[in-house]
């Protein structure tokens, strides 16, 4: 099997396909130490595009519901030490910090966070800080396959791990 030092990626501008591609060709077409280039991953913010319609799934909303404004107008001035809140301020803590931020989950973009997510193994399948509820962790910390990843301009460069 042929193996590559750099792939570039002019991919069909559509989030699962390129999400296919870069898994076939990153595992089993690039030298450990390679660089993966996914070119025009911006694409996925394009929306009414016949072409590239992965720009309609932005979703520029806030899910911030009742309790994320209670807890900011309650909390607003909260004493940075958690123990010195009154009942109301321990019940509303959780809100405070966990609002969903304004995001794009599909198409090129979702995919390259999902690469951003690949960068995190290690953190997400952490044993010590990982809920194996909400994480899905086996209880062993797993490396990522990255060694680094860059992302400026329209472009994602990943370079696999060595090893």
């Known amino acids: 099997m042929r193996r590559f030092d ?3 990626d002019d991919c069909a501008h559509i989030g699962e396909l390129a999400k296919t591609s870069f898994w076939h060709l990153f595992l089993n077409h690039l030298k450990p130490g390679g660089h993966y280039a996914v070119e025009d991953w911006g694409t996925g913010y394009w929306g009414n595009h016949h ?9 520029p909303r806030k899910d911030n519901g009742a309790m994320h404004w209670l807890a ?6 909260a004493p940075i030490e958690w123990p010195k809140l009154g009942l109301l301020g321990r019940l509303l ?14 198409g090129m973009v979702g995919f390259v966070k999902q690469l951003v997510d690949e960068c995190g193994r290690a953190e997400i399948t952490n044993p010590q800080y990982a809920d194996s509820i909400s994480h899905g962790s086996t209880g062993i910390r797993e490396e990522p396959r990255f060694s680094s990843m860059l992302i400026a ?11």
């Open 72 to 77: 900011n107008k309650v909390l607003k001035n």
């Open 93 to 106: 803590r959780r809100y405070q910090y966990t609002r969903r931020f304004p995001s794009h989950d599909y």
């Open 51 to 59: 072409v590239h319609p992965d720009g309609e799934f932005f979703t």
């Open 6 to 8: 750099i792939i570039i």
């Open 153 to 163: 301009g329209g472009v994602a460069l990943i370079t696999k791990r060595k090893g």
